[in-house]
T-cell receptor
Framework: GDSVTQMEGPVTLSEEAFLTINCTYT??????LFWYVQYPGEGLQLLLK?????DKGSNKGFEATYRKETTSFHLEKGSVQVSDSAVYFC????????????FGSGTQLTVLP | DAGVTQSPTHLIKTRGQQVTLRCSPK?????VSWYQQALGQGPQFIFQ???????QRGNFPDRFSGHQFPNYSSELNVNALLLGDSALYLC?????????????FGPGTRLLVL
């Protein structure tokens, strides 16, 4: 079946540090890949996505590149801010399915001033 | 443009009771999906509704049922509540057939079963 594996947290960084959150996947078909962010007490917000191999999704300084050869979609940001503190979820959706998302377990990020 | 809304925000029930959660999709969306997010976990797909029918279901028992109304809003019903049903229930809406068909999530309903 489909699955997503994320690096375990929590991750604690100082402001302006470089961020990487690893994500690898297993899919029965050709997936689209997503990163969602969940701020405390809120629902999920789409952060970025990529729909085919070698695509790079980007938003708010975050980037992730769809690597089919390594089945990975690692999230990166060059300089994190305190406001980036949240839980980050990697997810996939296989084409031809009912558009359901399969999520990883999430990575808690805390950025200290 | 209103996003996805859910009600209630919080709910406390006891074992064996029944609960109904509600979701209104983002304006222009016609498909609603429900997810269960246990504490410290990623969301798990429960089912999806389109054209007032359940189109796909995840690995959840029949105690979980749903409905979609002609205005595309949706309800999630859970019967015979168990302690393990305590979770954040998320509704997501999308537009069937859209090129990217991105799912937009509501803030969730936090259910506590005592």
């Amino acid at each position: 079946g489909d699955s997503v594996t994320q690096m375990e947290g929590p991750v604690t960084l100082s402001e302006e540090a470089f961020l990487t959150i690893n994500c690898t996947y297993t899919a029965t078909g050709y997936p689209s890949l997503f990163w969602y962010v969940q701020y405390p007490g809120e629902g999920l917000q789409l952060l970025l996505k990529a729909t085919k191999a070698d695509d790079k999704g980007s938003n708010k300084g975050f980037e992730a590149t769809y690597r089919k050869e390594t089945t990975s979609f690692h999230l990166e940001k060059g300089s994190v801010q305190v406001s980036d503190s949240a839980v980050y979820f990697c997810a996939l959706r296989v084409r031809g399915s009912a558009r359901q998302l399969t999520f990883g377990s999430g990575t808690q990020l805390t950025v200290l001033p | 443009d209103a996003g996805v809304t859910q009600s209630p925000t919080h709910l406390i029930k006891t074992r064996g009771q029944q609960v109904t959660l509600r979701c209104s999709p983002k304006s222009g969306h016609d498909t609603v999906s429900w997810y269960q997010q246990a504490l410290g976990q990623g969301p798990q797909f429960i089912f999806q509704y389109y054209e007032e029918e359940e189109r796909q279901r995840g690995n959840f028992p029949d105690r979980f049922s749903g409905h979609q109304f002609p205005n595309y809003s949706s309800e999630l019903n859970v019967n015979a509540l168990l302690l393990g049903d305590s979770a954040l229930y998320l509704c997501a809406s999308s537009l069937k057939g859209a090129t990217q068909e991105t799912q937009y999530f509501g803030p969730g309903t936090r259910l506590l079963v005592l």
